[in-house]
């Protein structure tokens, strides 16, 4: 079964400058998230997919992050503009979604640097 | 979600156990408590998970105190490999928009 994949694996921008990262979930996983990893802390969730709907996006800084998960599958993250402080590790995660349980599975994660 | 305490960082020589404590002293009736380990420069990977009993699978054993309030993750015999971020988390594991919170974690440092 193939994992979660993510692309791409790192990115360097100026900060001011606009990125997108992109998300592939492992097939018929109905929930998809995306997390926030500073260097040296523990992920943070932004934004949390059901489907093509969003569940949680109340940690997402939404005048310069936005996401979308057209068609229930892929998922994008974009940062416009980008601040230094968004340095970080961006790291996707989906499980099977349902009531039970749950297993995230996650992504390498993008590696972003903004100088 | 309820907080947990895990020490920053622990030591452990290759092939013996390894045991992670974690401190959840307001973990609710209905909070499941979950251990993720990311090992470098890769996401998080998901170990085990319980509630009230402890638990074992093919990477580690989970226990959990009767009170609940504590537990501890076993690794029986790390390896190098094992050498990782390990985070314990409680949350409600039921139904649509539950998450992870993560916090610190624990350091594992296998060594030979």
């Known amino acids: 079964e193939a994992g979660v994949a993510q692309s791409p694996r790192y990115k360097i921008i100026e900060k001011r400058q606009s990125v997108a990262f992109w998300c592939n979930p492992i097939?018929?996983?109905?929930?998809l998230y995306w997390y926030q990893q500073i260097l040296g802390q523990g992920p943070k969730l932004l934004i949390q997919f059901q489907n093509n709907g969003v569940v949680d996006d109340s940690q997402l800084p939404k005048d310069r992050f936005s996401a979308e998960r057209l068609k229930g599958v892929d998922s994008t993250l974009k940062i416009q503009p980008a601040k230094l402080e968004d340095s970080a590790v961006y790291l996707c995660a989906s499980s099977k979604g349902g009531t039970g349980v749950e297993t995230q599975y996650f992504g390498p994660g993008t590696r972003l640097l903004v100088l | 979600d309820a907080k947990t305490t895990q020490p920053p960082s622990m030591d452990c020589a290759e092939g013996r156990a390894a045991n992670l404590p974690c401190n959840h002293s307001t973990i609710s009736g209905n909070e499941y408590v979950y251990w993720y380990r990311q090992i470098h420069s890769q996401g998080p990977q998901y170990i085990i998970h319980?509630?009230?009993n402890n638990e074992t699978n093919e990477m580690a054993s989970l226990i959990i105190t009767e009170d609940r309030k504590s537990s501890t993750l076993i690794l029986p015999h790390a390896t190098l490999r094992d050498t990782a971020v390990y985070y314990c988390i409680v949350r409600v594991g039921m139904g649509y928009g539950n998450k992870l919170v993560f916090g610190a974690g624990t350091i594992l440092r296998v060594k030979s």
């Open positions: 319980g509630l009230k």
């Open positions: 097939s018929g996983h109905a929930t």
